[in-house]
């Protein structure tokens, strides 16, 4: 190893990983990431797209992302500050927002840029930073980031977090909670209200990040904290993307307004970093007043998940209850997954193979996320060719 040049050292460890079957080859995909589409040059229907409405090919959505290119060009040209915002720019945050139910947003060119971001301009060596030990990885690698005292909690877990907050919270100045609202590799919901009691009793701030609920939960899709009647809490924060159901690209956070104008000054990935450009800021616009007001799109979602989940039970699948388009099915090993993904493959359907790192080892997956452009007999088809779980495997 000591004689091996940098490169060789890549070469070396791409080597490994591909014989581990870690190494991704990037298939392409020719059509919209709609429910059926074209990829590597065949026609599949399609079980990984995160457009969970079906907006990205919406008329309104596209109509408004041509006005958008039209009018403000291609791209915003500068960062926010600069400025790189627009019209549209403080449309979607003052209207995210009032979605939420908070008094400002900040919006930021990308999920992971949102978390990165918020997480060191707000945390340091004196704060503490607790997380589900499921969080996305955007999350984790802003609260490291960050320099605070790291200390996770065990899944979904409110006992667990407060056993944490107990030995932990009196030594730091301020407490942050990270979770998800819907886990975007397991399809499940926080825990939320427990969470909450527990920030509001060890005096903590709970961020939420609801990339996989908002636009799909709650009464009007805000999202998860809709979905169990906690909007308008004060130490709720809220995080989101507008790459999800809005059917663009973009992360915010939501909350207090001298929390936005603390972020929009401190927040490195927000103060340098290219405001996200007009056509997509306007389509994320378009899709949220869909989203908000069409619960048509919402309620097909659902009906679509009751049929899904219920169709993997009966051939003996073990999967989570809650209401989400999310479905795991955990095989374990990577190669059987790989294998299951291919033979579904051999019957039309593309299916994501979710593997080390995004997840676990043992613990690899196949994921399902449905979207309101699937039909009940694609699901049908799809429950037909799976098939049963090979033995052993489960949640
Ligand atoms: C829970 C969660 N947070 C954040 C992100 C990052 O969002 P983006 O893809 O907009 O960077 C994702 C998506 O990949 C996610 O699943």
Known sequence: MAAMNWLQYLEHKLRAQEAA????????????????????????????????????????????????????????GASPLLPGKTPLHEELEEELARWKGTEAACLFATGYQ?????????CGPRDLVLYDELVHASLLDGARASGAHLCPFRHADPGSL??????????????????????????????????????????????VDDAHGTGVLGFDGSGTAAHFGLKGRERLIHIGTTSKALAAEGGF???????????????RSYMFSTAPAPPVVAAALAALRIARFDHSRRQHLHRLGQRLRQGLRQLGWSV?????????????????????????????????????????HGTSRLRLSLTAGHKAEEIDELLEALGPPPAGAGR
């Open 114 to 122: 949102a978390n990165v971001g918020w997480l060191m301009a707000l």
């Open 253 to 267: 956070l939501a909350g207090p307004a001298v929390l936005i104008r603390f972020l929009r000054n401190r927040a």
């Open 162 to 207: 407060e056993d944490r907050l107990r030995q932990e919270r009196g030594r730091y100045r301020f407490a942050a909670i990270l979770t998800d609202g819907v886990f975007s590799m397991d399809g499940d919901l926080a825990p939320l209200p427990d969470l909450l009691e527990l920030a509001e009793r060890f005096d903590a701030l709970l961020f």
């Open 320 to 360: 989570p209850d809650d209401p989400t388009p999310i479905v795991p099915l955990r095989i374990g090993p990577v190669s059987e997954t790989l294998q299951r993904a291919e033979a579904l493959r051999a019957r039309g359907h593309w299916v994501p193979a979710i593997r080390p790192p995004t997840v676990p």
């Open 21 to 76: 079957g870690l190494l991704r080859a990037g298939p392409v995909r020719s059509g919209p990431a709609r429910a059926r589409t074209t990829i590597d040059g065949g026609r599949f229907v399609y079980w990984g797209s995160n457009h969970y409405l079906d907006l990205a090919t919406h008329p309104e959505v596209v109509h408004a992302a041509q006005e958008a290119a039209a009018r403000y060009g291609t791209g915003s």
